[in-house]
């Protein structure tokens, strides 16, 4: 028999070992998983690599993937801090893509000055409100808050949709189900002649802001002490439910700001297709990043070069979906990277320790 | 409405409902045991497509669905190991598996999509019974998963309420360390639990790509294991309620079909809003109406249990 006990405390090494570690451990179940379906392991990760970071090409491409992902994993934070589990930012990051739309298709005439940063605040906006819809029965009723962000997601892509193929149809567009393409004035600018753009620094901004507002004022306290202990929190006089609309808000206007910039700088219209996930990777990274909105910025970065790499595999016939499984399995051994890191297994009778 | 088509709204309600009750009966099992599993939607959607490649390769229904539920077991197994074991948090560990296993399921099914199946499903009418006005048409016209649901879910109910195993199953979800002191290994029912609950999303799984579809499409569950999640809290645990409500949702997801078939002025994208809108209100509802009347949840549900 096994026993297992608590460590007293986690070895440095091992907290910075251990991302590591899963993220290998997770690449060797995936090479394994690649052999048995006929694939060179090897030659789809060397694939992989030079399509997401081998050039300038890619690594721009893996930048502009990392934006979504980082904003997204942000506002998840902000909730997972609080034990709230918002799965709903593909959701949100779509209310906030559609309210952006919506201004850019009604003000095509007006100036990039006026357009741009009103386009960031509706997106915030329906990205927050997006959440609310969940957040008020979970703060006042305690209904799960999992399932209703969920459910959500699809009606927010659905609606999406109905825009698109109804009211927001492009007469131009030889009917397919597009929005008009936006003015020039609507488009966030972008880096040069890659696709990085501006959303870049809303990503950093929010990682910096983030960072301190979570650290440094009374509002991070009492996030993380909600997050740790309810009861003391409650005890202390702190609001929960008023938190938890807070926490949702904050978690989905930085959703819905990456669904702005994603129709803004990306795409330039609605359309089909405009996550591939984002919103759920998103979960991943958060919890990757162990909820540090600088990890994040890291891990958003090697999510992005992931999701960049397997479409440059596609053409040797690997799935797009074998990305979103080793994603699914880095968090798995991740998991179980944690547990070695905080406890010690040992056989009975030998190595007892009194404690 | 005539006859005829309320007849036909109930009977694709009860076949509708179907992959949601089994969902949602092996989850109950789960919850009971004090395991919340969020991966119902990535078991569903293996159990799917594994059923579905093997009924190809076999020509054999019944190969797929004991497919699919060896393979909705094996991926619970995993929760099973991270939870009981390792006793990561159980919400994390749930939502890797149903991000892991919607791309697992994609990823084998890349060379399924528009394969037809060879053997199609067979509705097999209950001499005697199919005749009964209304009764009969609606619920014994069905194909043989759905009469299985029949039989399951009053013994899964009889079997957690009125028996021993089922007695200590529920203790281990109440108060696992109170269980333990009666002599009730905690782990291996928590064990046997999860992986029976795993077993059940996939038959789930399977009984959409081989039986209500069939065939598989990338994602075809849409949200459906989750839809079963909340299914559960709707059912306040109960096997029995569980049936009600599985048919209750399937009633909303045909209701949709039938004003999209008689052409009602109603965009098609609201009308797939339907099931996702419903959900989230019964579950707002319930949730106030389980707290207003004092029941909930098993106690320990969530908590990883180690022993002193």
Redesign the interface.
Known sequence: MFIIERRASRSTAFRILSPVAAVLAALVFGAL?LKL?GFDPLAVYGGMWRGAFGDAYGLSETLVKAIPIALCAMGITVAFRMAL?N?GAEGQLYAGAMAAAGLALSFPDSPAFVLLPAMVAAGMAAGALWAL?AAI?RAW????E???T???N??AI??S??LI??PWKDPAGFNFPLSPAFSEAARLPAFGDTRIHAGILFALAAAAILTVALRKTTWGYEVRLIGSNPAVARYAGVSIPRHILIAMAVSGALAGLAGMAEVSAITGRLQYGLSPGYG?SA??VA?LAKLSPAGILIMSFLFGGLLVGGYAVQFIGV???????????M??FW??A??FGS?RVSLRGRFREVH | METGALIALLATAVSAGTPLLYAALGEIFCERSGVLN?GVE?MMLVGAVCGFLVAIETRSPAAGIIAAMLAGGALAA?HAF?TTT????Q???G???A?????????IG?HLIGVPLPVGPVPMPIPGLSEIPLIGPVFFRQDLLVYASYLLVPLAWYWIHRTRPGLHLRAVGENPATADAMGVNVYRVRYACIIAGGMFAGLGGAYLSLFYAPCWV?NMT??RG??A??LV?FAVWSPLRAMAGAWLFGGIEALGFRIQILGAAV?P??L??LP??F??LV??AF??WN?KKRIGAPEALGLPYERE
């Not at chain 2, 390792?86 to 948090?89: D, E, I, P």
């Open positions: 998983f379906s589990w799965i819809i029965p009723l305690g209904a799960n999992i399932l209703t969920l459910m959500l699809y009606v659905f609606f949709e109905y193929h109804g759920y979960i991943i919890w799935p797009a979906a074998a990305v979103n499984m080793l994603q699914g399995a968090l798995f998991l179980a944690e547990f406890y | 969020l990535g995993i991270m390792l006793r990561v948090n919400i994390i560990s939502l890797a598996l991000l892991f296993g919607t791309g697992l399921s994609s990823y890349k990338e849409a949200g989750w839809i999640l909340a809290i965009s994208f609201f797939k809003m996702y809108l959900t989230i579950l707002v949730t106030a707290r």
